[in-house]
């Protein structure tokens, strides 16, 4: 079993930055962790990844640039920083661990592929 903790959401001013925290848990072999994000009027879409073993990192083409992901292996902590946010920013944000993928990085972010989530902490951007 794999708990998740994310922080460090809240409020921000359109083009401000904000830096997410997930701290993992529990006694299980995490091979990637992932970030996702969720609206209203959004499916639950993949923000980044970084596999555990070699620091390597995933974004897909719609978040390079601003998103970056980074982990502290000594805190088992991952981070999302996040910058130059805008309205479309918001959302719930949510931390994942895969245990077993496989796969190639293009194909890593589908939800399916994560087996522990955390309960998300919540973005909101105002303009």
Same mark, same amino acid.
């Given at each position: 079993?794999?708990?998740?903790?994310?922080?460090?959401?809240?409020?921000?001013?359109?083009?401000?930055?904000?830096?997410?925290?997930?701290?993992? %848990?529990? !006694?299980?072999?995490?091979?990637?962790? @992932?970030? /996702?994000?969720? &609206?209203?009027? *959004?499916?639950?879409?993949? +923000?980044?990844?970084?596999?555990?073993?070699?620091? %390597?990192? !995933?974004?897909?083409?719609?978040?390079? @640039?601003? /998103?970056?992901? &980074?982990?502290? *292996?000594?805190?088992?902590? +991952?981070?999302?920083?996040?910058?130059?946010?805008?309205?479309?920013?918001?959302?719930?944000?949510?931390?994942?661990?895969?245990?077993?993928?496989?796969?190639?990085?293009?194909?890593?972010?589908?939800?399916?592929?994560?087996?522990?989530?955390?309960?998300?902490?919540?973005?909101?951007?105002?303009?």
């Amino acid at each position: 079993q794999v708990q998740l903790v994310e922080s460090g959401g809240g409020s921000v001013q359109a083009g401000g930055s904000l830096r997410l925290a997930c701290v993992a %848990s529990g !006694y299980a072999y995490i091979k990637f962790m @992932g970030w /996702f994000r969720q &609206s209203p009027v *959004k499916e639950r879409e993949g +923000v980044g990844a970084i596999y555990t073993i070699g620091g %390597s990192t !995933y974004y897909p083409d719609s978040m390079k @640039g601003r /998103f970056t992901v &980074s982990q502290d *292996k000594a805190k088992n902590t +991952v981070y999302l920083q996040m910058n130059s946010l805008n309205a479309e920013d918001t959302a719930m944000y949510y931390c994942a661990a895969a245990t077993t993928y496989d796969g190639t990085w293009r194909r890593l972010l589908d939800p399916v592929n994560f087996h522990y989530w955390g309960q998300g902490t919540q973005v909101t951007v105002s303009s």
